[in-house]
């Protein structure tokens, strides 16, 4: 998808620009765009680094596991039939700690876990099972303590206060991760079976 | 909403000082910890540079040959009628797609209009609240074999849009 998306921008930008006589912009523009990659790269590794050894403590002195426990009764109401002390309760747990703190590469191969065991937990069907749906609609309404990229960006472009916006951010995730959960319970119920 | 610059705030300092202190409580050795996490962050970064330079040159050709701004005027007159600012939609449409594509034009946007502005601020909190909905679920319906999906599409395109919404009142109502 990301092949033809960015084929595709190239080539609207460049036919575009001919048609407009921006061809000189346009030159100076990718000269320009790679470089700053590699500036907001720069800035990147010290707020990312920062972040990941923040998150390396929290994990090495088990913040991670009492968080992961406290999740425990938020994944029962959830996914009232998966078998109690199944392995994938776990899983899922750890994809939603790895989510909410922001930390998405660590998110993705415990997530994919915890779908192999959805699957065969649902017979491996075709058919999708509720718990998987309501898995990746939570997933997806992305509940996000920090937005440490978005941070980093700001920062980059010179923002006074690049934080500013995480109080604002944390309440509108909030509010679409809730609003995420009513739907999986409502369709839950609507659509058993 | 003032409270809500002030939560802003306090979240860095707060998670700091928890975690750091917590780790010095039970005896860690916290410092070792930090350093070993922050040399992955050098991985992560690395990891995502290739694509970063790919991305950033084709919005910043979309952008120097006129096409984007082209386009948000096309659609200016249907998004002003929502309240919600044209120069956005395309980010909202491409961030369902590809989180990498969505960043660079954040960049752009932050490039143009500056990270402290009101298209800046916006940007900032939809960026925080929504997830790449066709990404997410082809990686993980293909890793179950999930051929059909039932309401899931149907639940994460309610919850992403109740995010934007949310963040267009939430920023005006914040800055």
């Known amino acids: 998808m990301i092949n033809y998306l960015w084929g595709i ?3 609207i930008g460049v036919v575009y620009g001919a048609l407009t006589g921006k061809m000189a912009d346009i030159s100076t523009a990718t000269i320009n765009s790679a470089k700053e990659a590699v500036t907001l790269c720069i800035t ?4 990312m680094s920062l972040w990941m050894g923040l998150m390396s403590v929290a994990r090495s002195v088990g913040l991670m596991d009492k968080l992961t426990k406290m999740l425990r009764p938020v994944i029962r109401m959830l996914f009232p039939d998966l078998p109690k002390d199944h392995i994938v309760n776990e899983y899922i747990a750890s994809n939603m700690i790895a989510n909410i703190l922001g930390l998405g590469w660590a998110a993705t191969p415990v997530g994919l876990k915890a779908m192999k065991e959805l699957a065969e937990l649902n017979h491996h069907s075709e058919r999708a099972s509720c718990d998987m749906c309501t ?9 996000q303590l920090i937005p440490v990229n978005i941070i980093a960006y700001r920062s980059q472009y010179g923002s006074v206060n690049p934080a500013e916006i995480l109080g604002a951010g944390l309440l509108a995730t909030i509010i679409s991760t809730i609003v995420g959960v009513v739907f999986s319970i409502v369709a839950r119920k609507t659509f058993k079976k | 909403m003032g409270f809500i610059i002030y939560v802003s705030d306090y979240i860095i300092p707060f998670l700091f000082l928890y975690i750091i202190g917590y780790g010095l409580a039970m005896k860690k050795n916290v ?8 040399k992955d962050g050098f991985k992560v970064v690395l990891d995502i540079l290739p694509t970063l330079i790919g991305l950033m040159v084709a919005i910043g050709v979309l952008r120097a040959s006129g096409a ?7 659609i200016a007159p249907l998004t002003s009628k929502i309240m919600f600012p044209s120069e956005l939609v395309p980010l909202v449409i491409i961030k369902m797609f590809s989180s ?5 034009l954040v960049l752009d946007i932050f490039k143009e209009f500056g990270p402290d502005s009101y298209l800046g601020r916006l940007t900032s909190v939809i960026m925080s609240c929504t997830e790449t909905i066709f990404y997410t679920m082809a990686v993980y319906f293909m890793t179950a074999n999930v051929k059909k999906t039932r309401y899931t599409l ?3 395109l309610v919850a992403t849009f109740t995010g ?7 920023t005006n109502l914040v800055f």
């Open chain 2, 164 to 170: 934007v919404i949310a963040s267009v009142i939430i």
């Open chain 2, 100 to 104: 990498s594509a969505a960043t660079s």
């Open chain 1, 9 to 11: 921008m190239i080539v």
């Open chain 2, 68 to 74: 984007l701004e082209a386009l948000s005027s096309l």
């Open chain 2, 31 to 38: 410092y070792d910890d930090f350093v070993k996490g922050a």
């Open chain 2, 154 to 156: 149907a639940g994460a």
């Open chain 1, 135 to 143: 898995f990746l609609i939570i997933n997806i309404s992305s509940l």
């Open chain 1, 44 to 47: 990147m590794l010290g707020v």
